[in-house]
């Protein structure tokens, strides 16, 4: 038997199943009117010549890149029965994600580790990969980003153990202030018996290729 959620930013208590999703790119809230005079100004004011030939059209470029960078699609979580009563970690490994920084406007990117421990029910692989892109999809802070797919992954799914792991190098880290080429931020988040068992945490962290 197969059971479908449907999210929406962020993880919402009680979703309603859907039989289809649609994403509808910008979202009415996106005004790409004022954006792009918004990021206009922006640029002039930094003193960015907006009359030479390749920057004439850089603040619609600008602003539609940032609207798509902030909106998340839609998503279905489908989980299933687990008939077979598999009790073993199922873990997800080197999920690639990008996210924009909430405090300089700049990218982060890196990859994501996601595991759980199943308990009545298994969630269809492919949702561990949507489920990190769709909490990525606006201003980010990677503790928060790590905390919310933990999260949202335990209310839907209910499993014995949750385990989420970021690795990424974030571009104001980079390109500015300390300018920390090559640095890596590691979060983690552990919750139920991945938290509480210290055999359980260590198994998900070797799985994941992390050093505890």
Request: negative net charge; hydrophobic residues 40%.
């Amino acid at each position: 038997m197969t059971h479908e959620l449907t999210l929406a930013p962020p993880c919402p208590p009680d979703p309603a199943p859907s039989a289809e999703v649609v994403s509808h790119w910008p979202g009415p809230r996106v005004d790409m009117v004022a954006a792009e005079q918004a990021a206009a100004d922006f640029l002039a004011a930094l003193g960015v010549d907006l009359d030479e030939d390749g920057l004439r059209d850089t603040p619609g470029r600008m602003a539609r890149a940032y609207a798509e960078l902030f909106e998340p699609a839609p998503l279905r979580m489908t989980t299933f029965e687990n008939a077979e009563g598999y009790d073993e970690l199922v873990i997800a490994r080197e999920i690639p994600f990008r996210t924009v920084c909430e405090h300089h406007l700049l990218p982060f990117a890196g990859v994501a580790h996601v595991g759980y421990l199943p308990a009545e029910r298994i969630l269809g692989l492919s949702k561990l990969a949507r489920l990190v892109e769709h909490f990525a999809a606006r201003p980010q802070t990677q503790e928060r980003l790590t905390r919310q797919v933990a999260d949202c992954l335990l209310e839907r799914l209910e499993p014995r153990g949750v385990g989420v792991v970021l690795e990424a190098e974030h571009t104001c880290m980079t390109l500015r202030g300390v300018r920390a080429t090559g640095s890596t931020t590691v979060t983690s988040a552990l919750l139920g018996t991945l938290r509480s068992d210290p055999r359980s945490r260590s198994e998900f962290f070797a799985l994941a290729g992390v050093h505890a």
